[in-house]
């Protein structure tokens, strides 16, 4: 990515290069989530913590959504003032301390201080990747790569499950150090890595670095500084900030909340859903051990049943690739909700009957379930967020609610075994209602909507705008052309020819 020489990663190279490399972030916290949920039952992690309770081990696995909650509300304030860039470097480099205090660990309460570093690390990378993401991306592959990242947050999680695996055939405490130690070797190349990729034009032009801004986008487009296409894009950036400069609003968290209160909690909301939704998908090792102990499963066996479920999981995440941009957000939110409350009900109705053929049928709707999820609501409430915030708030907007999925991911964790214990197979029945409530709620069709038309989106110019009044008819204001390229676009009635 060298400024110099011939040989330089411009165009799509460039795009696609920075986009696998920012993708380490989001592998790195789903190899850290899935990690501990293979060790902590092998015999030497077990022995080692001198036989730990379960409310030990809870503390152990959840302390990270503890920490990555912190800092994702941080990350906001930390990501205007020194960029997208520098914000990945510290947040890979917070996760490799926590991975190697965790590594070296002497003892319980060492393991609770590498968790939550780790997890400062993870609230970090999981804001500000996808914000960099989309301030990089161009409006036709935007939503693609997005659900490229997904995929590699999947693909994190197998590696983990699968190492676990491997390593619990070592007879020794390596058998759970050497898991732990992975993640330090790819926070590190992440952290060294992030040095040579480029800065996100929108924070450049936004903090005056006009012509470091310009090179970027030319970089994007090809390597030509004088090419229109970058041209244009980079007079479309500046317009909007200058625009948003003059309306003498500033960019604090109360103007946030009083001009972009529905964006704020759609992208809230969208996170939310995203945790009360997938029963199996936040709690897949739970529910399976569960399962797969009245199956037979136990043990090793639990863990290779976890991870051939993690490689179904990664190919459910493949399709959106190809569709997202073609048939746009809502139809994969909605198709992914029907799906996923199906297979909730019909869990719910074999629990009801425990019937020998119960557990079976369990583990195919869990496998249902995770594809659907891996399909709808696992990528596309990363995307979202950060696409429809502008980009005077679009860092504090983008914390919130990512620190909104820490936050759900933490009750949603905790409160889980409560609730089977209580109210038993009714709990998936409630969790089919969630599914059903996330079907209901309007999100506006971004698909192929640059990042700073996205105020025609919500019609910010409406006085009377309710969220209510565009239940299914979302695209109410946008006017759909189908140009002589043969592509759907869209335009609003006001904006310019």
């Not at 959504?65 to 930390?78: C, K, M, N």
Request: hydrophobic share 45%.
């Amino acid at each position: 990515m060298s400024r110099g020489g011939t040989n330089r990663l411009v165009g799509q190279r460039l795009l696609y290069a920075v986009s696998i490399f920012a993708s380490l972030g989001v592998f790195l916290f789903g190899y850290d989530q899935g990690v501990m949920s293979g060790i902590i039952t092998g015999p030497h992690f077990i022995k080692y913590f001198n036989k730990p309770t379960a409310f030990e081990v809870g503390c152990i696995v959840s302390i990270l959504e503890i920490g990555a909650l912190v800092t994702s509300l941080a990350a906001g304030r930390i990501g205007d003032i020194i960029g997208r860039k520098g914000t990945l470097f510290i947040g890979a480099v917070v996760f490799t301390i926590g991975g190697t205090i965790q590594t070296f660990t002497v003892g319980f309460w060492s393991m609770m201080v590498g968790r939550i570093v780790s997890g400062f690390g993870v609230g970090l990378l999981s804001t500000i990747v996808p914000i960099y993401q989309s301030e990089i991306s161009p409006p036709d592959h935007r939503g693609a790569l997005a659900c490229a990242e997904f995929t590699m947050n999947i693909v994190g999680y197998a590696v983990s499950v699968w190492t676990d695996y491997f390593c619990s055939f070592i007879d020794s405490n390596l058998s759970w150090r050497i898991p732990l130690f992975l993640q330090c070797i790819i926070g590190t190349l992440l952290a060294i890595g992030s040095l040579a990729m480029p800065e996100s034009p929108r924070w450049l032009l936004d903090t005056d670095r006009d012509e470091r801004g310009m090179r970027v986008i030319a970089d994007l487009h090809g390597g030509d500084m004088d090419d229109p296409t970058a041209r244009a894009e980079f007079r479309d950036i500046k317009e909007k900030i200058i625009l948003e400069r003059r309306s003498g609003e500033g960019r604090s968290y109360k103007m946030m909340w009083k001009k972009y209160k529905q964006r704020v909690l759609l992208a809230m909301s969208s996170q939310a859903f995203a945790q009360l939704v997938p029963l199996f998908a936040n709690s897949a090792a739970s529910v399976s051990d569960t399962r797969g102990v009245e199956a037979g499963w136990v043990g090793r066996q639990a863990i290779l049943m976890t991870g051939v479920n993690a490689i179904i999981y990664i190919l459910s995440t493949l399709p959106p690739w190809y569709l997202v941009d073609r048939w746009g957000r809502r139809p994969i939110l909605l198709s992914g909700a029907v799906i996923m409350a199906a297979a909730l009900y019909a869990t719910g109705w074999f629990m009801f009957l425990n019937s020998p053929e119960t557990p079976n049928a369990v583990v195919l709707c869990v496998i249902v379930f995770n594809a659907a999820f891996g399909f709808s609501w696992g990528p596309l409430p990363w995307l979202y967020p950060p696409e429809i915030m502008p980009l005077t708030i679009r860092a504090k907007g983008v914390s919130l609610s990512t620190a909104t999925n820490w936050a759900f991911n933490f009750l949603v964790g905790v409160g889980t075994p409560v609730l089977q214990e209580v109210i038993e197979w009714r709990l998936y029945f409630m969790h089919a209602l969630f599914c059903g409530l996330s079907f209901v709620v309007v999100y506006p069709e971004t698909k192929g909507v640059p990042l700073e038309e996205m105020d025609a989106v919500f019609g910010e110019g409406n006085l009377f705008h309710p969220l209510w009044s565009r239940v299914n008819f979302s695209c109410f204001f946008l006017v759909f052309r189908y140009d002589h390229n043969r592509r759907w676009s869209c335009s609003t009635r006001s904006s310019k020819a």
